[in-house]
Structures are given as structure tokens and as C-alpha cells.
């Protein structure tokens, strides 16, 4: 199984992004997705989770309205459309697979990508 994150960049404050999350190894269906981020001397944090039954989302609180995730089963992908971008959402994003999404967080995963750099300026 891997998991390849990209689209990541430099833009400014405002702009947008979409990131994607191309699986392989794996029936990309059989499983709940996430996005999570990390910054500079920051833990890993969830940002957005999408559930594999009925593609339900959740997202963390800061990026509700700006950030939408979604799955495309047949390509095994999962995207990250980032709009509004915030100089606080500079990070190194991951995708992940398995576990449970909640409004509250994501509880484990199978799997993880190497991440892609997301870097706004203000």
C-alpha cells in the first residue's frame, strides 16, 4: 500500500491549493481517508477526513468553510481543495488511510504518504 501526496506550493495569503492523495497497492474505497498537517515545532494535526461508506466529511474547526475534502474511487484519489489560505496553514500535509474520522479528530490509521509542502505568504 502507499499513498503519494501533491500539488503543495507557495502561494499567497487568500490563494488556493488543491492537493491530491493517489493511492496504490489497495481498493482505495475500503477505506476512510484524511489530510493532516504538521507544522515547524508543532505536532501532527488532523485537518480533514472523508469516511469510505458514504463519503461523509469532517473537518478541524479552523478549516470549516475554506477547506474541502473529497475521493474519487475510481482514479484512488483523494483531494484537498484548500481555499482562503491563511499564513497559519503553512505545513507539510499527509494523507492517510484507515482509522475513523469524527467531528472531534481521526482515531488511527493504516497508512500514511509522504507529505507535501504547503507554504503561504502573507
Known amino acids: 500500500v502507499q499513498l503519494q501526496a501533491s500539488g503543495g506550493g507557495l502561494v499567497q495569503a487568500g490563494g488556493s491549493l488543491r492537493l491530491s492523495c493517489a493511492a496504490s497497492g489497495y481498493t482505495l474505497r475500503m477505506y476512510n481517508m484524511g489530510w493532516f498537517r504538521q507544522a515547524p515545532g508543532k505536532e501532527r494535526e488532523f485537518v480533514a477526513g472523508?469516511?469510505?461508506?458514504?463519503?461523509?466529511?469532517f473537518y478541524r474547526d479552523s478549516v470549516k468553510g475554506r477547506f474541502t475534502i473529497s475521493r474519487n474511487n475510481a482514479k484512488k484519489t483523494v483531494y484537498l481543495q484548500m481555499n482562503s489560505l491563511k499564513p497559519e496553514d503553512t505545513a507539510v500535509y499527509y494523507c492517510?488511510?484507515?482509522?475513523?474520522?469524527?467531528?472531534?479528530?481521526?482515531?488511527?490509521?493504516?497508512?500514511w504518504g509522504k507529505g507535501t509542502q504547503v507554504t503561504v505568504s502573507s
Open positions: 472523508i469516511s469510505r461508506s458514504d463519503s461523509s466529511t
Open positions: 492517510a488511510a484507515g482509522g475513523i474520522p469524527t467531528q472531534d479528530g481521526y482515531y488511527g490509521t493504516d497508512y
